[in-house]
């Protein structure tokens, strides 16, 4: 520990910095305890044979067989990949929508305002009722979906989008698209306006043409705030499950049945807390690999920016 001598003879940098320390130690032990507990627990559990509703007696040690069980079973692979499919074409989907729709904000225009507004609406409302109207848009009876396509002639009868098992994946893909583009336009929208118009003036006095002003102006721009907004959408669609239980409950024949669902279903339908605790360690560590991933970007653009 300092004595008052040493103390006094931190520089002012210093003294802030272990000042700043201090005063954030309290949260920092806090958010340890908070998360450490349930992790190690949830560890804990994925060793055992432990059932959600016990009979009283001790949970027999299984060491490792939850772990390999998971890893082998074909179900848990068929929702792993059903999980990627549906993050990776969501997410470069949102990203094309956002970026053309930031680009389209960017414009002067008139009632640009409550453009802007109403391209936030989606991303505003609660995951449940957007996933319960688009449920009620999908319907086979009497969905807006279902009518619209076929006045424009492109289906000749209603269809059960969220029945079928070949479009059930692909509606609540749709759904959740819609809500979570504004994130990402309004990423990119930021950083669209902090670029100098004089750099776009410039461009046209030397004859560029509109690709290349955006390919060399624009993309360079957002090119940062759009990885991290494109990483950030990769977490969160890897882990869905709230629009999934509304809208399909991860039917029909499993065709919804992403790895959340999954092992929620594990866990509290099934009752099996142990093969369940095994399933969500395998999807923390996933989630821990795309957060590396976004804190490595952070790090290369805080240092990008530095050098500049």
Do not use: H
Request: hydrophobic share 55%; charged share 15%.
């Amino acid at each position: 520990m300092m004595t008052g001598r040493e103390s006094s003879m931190l520089t002012l940098p210093q003294r802030e910095r272990r000042q700043a320390w201090v005063l954030l130690a309290p949260m920092l032990l806090m958010m340890f305890l908070l998360t450490a507990w349930p992790l190690a627990r949830t560890l804990w559990l994925s060793f055992t044979d432990a059932g959600l509703i016990g009979d009283g007696s001790a949970p027999n040690w299984v060491g490792s067989d939850n772990f390999l069980y998971a890893l082998t079973d074909p179900d848990f692979r068929a929702a792993l990949w059903r999980t990627l499919y549906f993050t990776v074409v969501s997410v470069i989907i949102e990203g094309f929508i956002g970026v053309l729709v930031a680009l389209l904000l960017n414009q002067q225009f008139w009632g640009r305002s409550a453009l802007r507004v109403l391209v936030i609406l989606p991303w505003a409302l609660p995951t449940i009722v957007n996933a319960t109207m688009w449920r009620l848009n999908f319907n086979p009876d009497y969905g807006s979906i279902n009518a619209l396509l076929t006045q424009l002639g492109l289906i000749d009868t209603y269809r059960s989008w969220l029945g079928d098992p070949s479009s059930a994946i692909n509606a609540v893909m749709f759904a959740d698209i819609w809500k979570n583009y504004p994130l990402i336009t309004l990423l990119v929208l930021a950083a669209l306006q902090t670029i100098p118009e004089d750099l776009f003036e410039a461009a046209r006095l030397d004859g560029a043409s509109a690709f290349r002003r955006f390919r060399k102006i624009t993309l360079p721009a957002i090119a940062a705030p759009l990885a991290v907004a494109l990483i950030l959408r990769t977490i969160d669609a890897f882990k869905i499950f709230d629009i999934i239980y509304v809208m399909t409950r991860g039917g029909p024949l499993d065709s919804t049945k992403t790895v959340s669902f999954f092992v929620y279903q594990e866990s509290f339908s099934y009752l099996r807390a142990g093969s369940g605790a095994a399933y969500a360690i395998l999807m923390t560590l996933i989630c821990a690999l795309l957060i590396l991933i976004y804190m490595v970007m952070l790090l290369r653009q805080r240092r990008s920016g530095s050098v500049e």
